[in-house]
Structure formats: structure tokens, C-alpha cells
């Protein structure tokens, strides 16, 4: 997930709630949901009754009841009782539409408006609009490659209706169309049997192989087993999506007069710069135990406001948290939580861009930084120095990590990247060899980040760093985050501060970002993308990497470690990213008003089972 982002966490799988003091504790996944930019300064408001009728266009009138049956009040303007948790969101997604979103910011809200077939929880995969699922073999009779869904009939949608196996069929292809252009569609396209040809103009939408069979049996057929589909299909871009909503035109899914959801809220309200009200869907099939009224989702962007806001006692949930504070915190407020999340900041080098396209060049960039500074002495969150792609809480079949640690668990040397200092020597040499020694003639580089937590903080330390280690002059240049996803999508940029966390727990939901059908944002391919087609300059050393990831999607246990591991090698040896820290997730939670399960494995917020408590 970008900005994210995504999001996520080995550690998570430990996300369990336990005891300290008396009250719940509960640990917290991605940090990268605090990774916020975009208060736009617009004021435009579209409140509703709800969406629950898509034919209601008398958005304005917040005090209709929201939805057929429902008798209970929206509350006007965001105005919201004690049963209404106040939660601080940071960032503002650019969209709430399952097939489009690439947020942690529009995740968390979807997935607390929609339901999948399935859940990821703490507890392992649960069934959610599905009922049970078999999994069976090809008509070529290769196995686990065809998984049957049946629906609950008691599944409805905010409005409603039914919720039928068509929805997920129309959704699923909707995900891979060529026309919508999903930047998931990688999630799709590299599982489905059918949805690559689709998305790419080589094959029709009847070709993918996902079928509602009736309308409470939906079937699909995949490219080869895949161990973690469950995980996949529980992933945000799965959720269905009704073909008569999404054909209402652009905007619907942040129109809560038309946006029509299945989950156990629903969207009454959304103020553009301020907030989302998201009121409890009655007509949600596990609506018995959604203990909350509704959720209100702040856009508070600045981490003094936002904390201040808790000690207020006006917010609840907040991520979004001053990194001067976290000392003071972690010592005196039992509400506070750190720990380590399956996610990576780092710098991507656009492959393509003049200058970083020398390896040389990435090299000396990389091996400049000193890594633990920045998390001792600019983030002091407990964020890890790192060294590659993966993440530690990333296991390999083996059970073991897939980061070379010391004795002591701590990450070491790698891809001749130093976790614990700049290797100044190496970096000077690799300046000189690209010819620049002593950073003599070496262009003004720009280093692009976007507004969020210690982001400033980070991008300055690296601008010192690069002119006393190398003795080149850097840019820095910052973009709010709608502003910089669009930089980055349209490939105008040259390095940049960026983040992802997992979509989902394997190592495979970091290294797929790199194959060539893939997101890419390092534009790091061997062949043209119908996904990217301005990506022409192609990187002929993408292949062997993209062969590994192929190969590790195909294979079991230790011979799919060994793809992991090579295809890892080949991104690091190519220096295609420059590795950070392993983000660390902090958050506190008002145990006195609140009381919950805390995030899903990938780090969503899913308030289904949380209750409000100390009115």
C-alpha cells in the first residue's frame, strides 16, 4: 500500500490483544497510515442521508433517515454521540473505490464499508460474505488451481439488495479491465487465469475465468496454486462492487448518496479537508454484533493537532503522532504502542531518469546514508536501519527470516549496505568510478518527497549526508500526497522518499512491485506494460528478476525460498532501490473510551468488533 501505502506487518500476525495494567492493549500494524499529506483546502461538502437509494440526490439533508428501515438520525455536519468513535484517519484518500484505491488511508475505509468473501484476521482467515469455499482441481487436472465461493444469502448491500456472486464477477473484471487501468490490477492479472490477456487487449473479458455460476456461487479458476489466494482475495481491490453504482459516473464512491456498500458501515457523510462519517449498516448480514453507532475519520494531517486532539479527549485512535513526542510517550501513557511492521521507507531510483540510471551512481547514493541516525536521531520511534527489500517479520517456508541478524536479531550487512553507518569510502569510490570524484561536476539532484510525519526531517538529513560524504549539492522538493502520486505515476521524477507496506503476508506482496506487469514505480522493466505505457526505456536486467518472481509464484517451500531469495539479489545487486529503516507502527488508543480487537494482519482498522465503553 502507497502512503501509504501498505501497510504492513509480520509482527502483526502477533497482533493480538494482552493485558498491561489492567486495560486492553492493542498493538498497531502500519505505520504507513500515519503517512498523511493532502488537507486540501477546500470546504466542499457532500453530506447525505445515505446512499442506500442511488437515486437519492437530496444529499443535503443530514437529518433523513439514512436507509430503508433505518429510523436512526445522521448525525448533521460530522456532529456525532458517544456511540461514534472518533478516529484520527491522517490522510485523505484520493478514492474510496475498491478496484481503484491504492491508499492505507481509502483501505481503512473500505474495509470497514465493504466485506469480502473473506476476512484476514488475527485469528486467520475467516469467512465473511461467503459462507464456505472448496477448492478443487482444472479440467487439466492440475490441483488447487479452482476455488467455488457460496454465498450467504442473508449478505445485503447498504440499500437493500441482495448481494450476489455477479457482484464479485463484475468487480474481479472490473479490477483487470483495461479501461478502468487499476494500478492493482498486477493482483488480478498475475492469478486469474485469463485476466493478463484481458487487461493487456491480447484476450476478451469472457476469457477471464471467474464465473457467478448462480447467484450465490461464484467460481474461479487460477494460473497455477497459490497458497495465499485466501489472503489475496480478503485484499480490498476482491471486494464487490455492483455494476449499476459504479456506471453512475466519477465520484460515486465518494458521493454518499451513491455510494452503495456491503459492509458493516456505510458512508453517510464526507466533507472534503475535515472528515467521514461512516454510519452502521443495518442491513449488514453480521449486524447483531457491530456494537458501534458509526465511525467519524478525521483528515488531521498535523501530528501536534492530531495528539493534542487525544489528550482532549476528542479523539480516540490516532496514528498520527510528533516523533519529539514518542519518548514522552512510550514513558508516561499507558495508551501508547510501538512495534515493528512489515513495511519499508526508502529511496526509489527512477530507472529510466538520467544520472541514477547509472549503477554507480546508486550505489555511491546508497551507501552514503547513515541509516541509524536517522532512526536514532530523526524518527526515535524504534524503526529499524535496513538493508534490503524485505522486511524481517517477512518468514521464509523455514520459519526463518529472510534478513541475515546477528545473535542479538539485529539486521546486518547486506548488498554491501552498512544498517548501523554510511560506508563513505565504498560511496566515494563508486562516485569516482561513475566519473564524478569527489562530486566534482555532479549535477543538482532533486530529491522529491511528499508532506507527512518526519518526511522534512528525513529528506534534510540525507541532503547533509550526500554533501558532506560525497560532496554533491541536493534539492529537496515537496509535494502534497495527491500532487506527488501523480508525479510519481507520470514517471517525473528522478529519486524520491517512498513507502510500502504489504498487502498481504508474504515476501511476495514486496518483490511483486518490481516484476515487469507490476506497479513499478521505479519503472525498472524488461518489456513494455499495457498497465504503464509511457514506460518505453526498457532495463533488460528486469528479466531475470521478473523469472524469479514468476517461478516463486509457482513454487512450494524451500524451492519457492530460493526463487524469494534470487529474485531479491537481483533487485539489490542492480541497486534498483535505496533501503531505509523497516517502519516501526505507533498509535495510541483511549482504552478509558474504547475497547477493541485491534488491526487486521495488513494493518487495517476493522471496527466491526470494537465498542464503545465509559460514556
Known amino acids: 500500500l502507497r502512503a501509504i501505502w501498505l501497510m504492513p506487518n509480520d509482527n502483526y500476525i502477533n497482533a493480538i490483544t494482552k493485558k498491561q495494567g489492567g486495560k ?11 503517512a498523511a499529506a493532502m488537507l486540501l483546502s477546500l470546504a466542499a461538502c457532500a453530506p447525505t442521508t445515505q446512499p442506500n437509494n442511488p437515486e437519492n440526490t437530496n444529499a443535503g439533508n443530514t437529518n433523513d433517515p439514512a436507509q430503508p428501515g433505518d429510523t436512526t438520525v445522521t448525525p448533521a455536519d460530522g456532529e456525532v454521540s458517544g456511540d461514534y468513535l472518533v478516529w484520527n484517519i491522517g490522510v485523505e484518500s484520493k478514492s474510496f473505490d475498491p478496484q481503484i484505491n491504492t491508499s492505507v488511508a481509502g483501505g481503512n475505509i473500505i474495509f470497514n464499508i465493504y466485506d469480502g468473501l473473506v476476512r484476514d484476521t488475527v485469528d486467520g482467515i475467516e469467512m465473511a460474505t461467503a459462507e464456505s469455499y472448496e477448492v478443487s482441481a482444472n479440467a487439466e487436472g492440475v490441483e488447487n488451481t479452482v476455488y467455488t465461493f457460496k454465498l450467504r444469502k442473508d449478505a445485503k448491500w447498504s440499500d437493500g439488495q441482495s448481494v450476489t456472486a455477479k457482484d464479485f464477477e ?6 483487470c479491465s483495461p479501461e478502468l487501468a487499476s ?20 484476450g476478451s473479458r469472457d476469457d477471464v475465468c471467474v464465473k457467478a455460476l448462480d447467484d450465490y456461487t461464484l467460481q474461479v479458476e487460477l494460473i497455477q496454486p497459490t497458497a495465499y489466494f485466501l489472503n489475496l482475495v480478503s485484499f480490498f481491490t476482491y471486494m464487490p462492487c455492483r455494476e ?9 464512491d465518494k458521493d454518499p448518496a451513491k455510494c452503495i456498500s456491503n459492509g458493516p458501515f456505510y458512508l453517510a457523510e464526507y466533507k472534503i479537508g475535515s472528515h467521514v462519517l461512516l454510519k452502521k449498516n443495518e442491513y449488514y448480514w453480521n449486524k447483531d454484533n457491530v456494537k458501534l453507532a458509526g465511525v467519524k475519520g478525521l483528515f488531521i494531517t498535523d501530528a501536534t493537532t492530531s495528539l493534542q486532539g487525544y489528550e482532549a479527549g476528542e479523539i480516540q485512535i490516532t496514528g498520527m503522532l510528533p516523533g519529539e513526542e514518542i519518548p514522552r510517550l512510550l514513558a508516561e501513557d499507558p495508551n501508547f504502542t510501538s512495534e515493528p511492521s512489515l513495511g519499508l521507507v526508502y529511496i526509489a531510483y527512477n530507472m529510466d531518469a ?14 552514503a546514508i547513515d541509516r541509524k541516525l536517522i532512526c536514532d536521531q530523526v524518527l526515535r520511534n524504534g524503526a529499524v536501519p535496513a538493508a534490503a527489500l524485505v522486511a524481517p ?3 521464509l517456508s523455514t520459519g526463518e527470516s529472510m534478513r541475515a541478524m546477528d545473535e542479538y536479531g539485529n539486521v546486518m550487512t547486506e548488498y554491501e549496505i552498512n544498517p548501523n553507518g554510511a560506508e563513505v569510502e565504498k560511496a566515494r569510490e563508486y562516485l569516482a568510478a561513475a566519473g ?35 560532496g554533491i549539492n541536493v534539492k529537496l522538493k515537496v509535494e502534497e500526497f495527491a500532487t506527488y502520486a501523480n508525479t510519481i505515476n507520470s514517471g517525473n521524477f528522478t529519486i524520491t522518499i517512498y513507502d510500502w507496506g504489504a498487502d498481504y503476508n508474504d515476501p511476495m506482496s514486496m518483490l511483486s512491485l518490481f516484476s515487469a506487469t507490476g506497479m513499478n514505480d521505479s519503472r525498472w522493466r524488461y518489456k513494455e506494460y499495457a498497465g504503464v505505457p509511457d514506460d518505453t526505456t526498457l532495463n533488460p536486467e ?18 519457492r525460498d530460493g526463487y524469494l531469495k534470487e529474485a531479491e539479489d537481483v533487485l539489490m545487486n542492480n541497486m534498483v532501490i535505496c533501503p531505509l529503516y523497516y517502519t516501526i507502527s505507533t498509535q495510541v488508543v483511549d482504552h478509558s473510551r474504547v475497547s477493541g480487537p485491534g488491526r487486521t494482519p495488513i494493518g487495517m482498522w476493522d471496527f466491526r468488533n470494537f465498542t464503545m465503553i465509559g460514556k
Open 183 to 202: 494500478t492493482y490490477a498486477f493482483l488480478v492479472n498475475d492469478y486469474i487465469k485469463g485476466a493478463r490477456e484481458y487487461f493487456s487487449g491480447t
Open 542 to 559: 528486469n528479466k531475470p528478476y521478473d523469472d524469479a518472481v514468476i517461478m516463486a509464484s509457482k513454487t512450494m517451500g524451500t524451492e
Open 354 to 367: 538520467n544520472l541514477v540510471n547509472d549503477i554507480n551512481v546508486r550505489k555511491a547514493l546508497s551507501l
Open 244 to 252: 449499476d453504482v459504479a456506471s453512475t459516473g466519477e465520484g460515486w
Open 24 to 34: 486492553i492493549k492493542m498493538k498497531r500494524l502500519v505505520c504507513f497510515m500515519v
Open 436 to 470: 564524478y570524484p569527489n562530486g566534482e561536476g555532479f549535477p543538482e539532484l532533486d530529491l522529491l518527497y511528499y508532506e507527512k510525519g518526519s518526511n522534512s526531517q528525513i529528506a534534510e538529513a540525507i541532503q547533509q549526508m550526500w554533501k558532506e560524504n560525497l
Open 393 to 395: 517479520g517477512f518468514k
Open 170 to 175: 463484475y468487480a474481479w473484471k472490473r479490477a
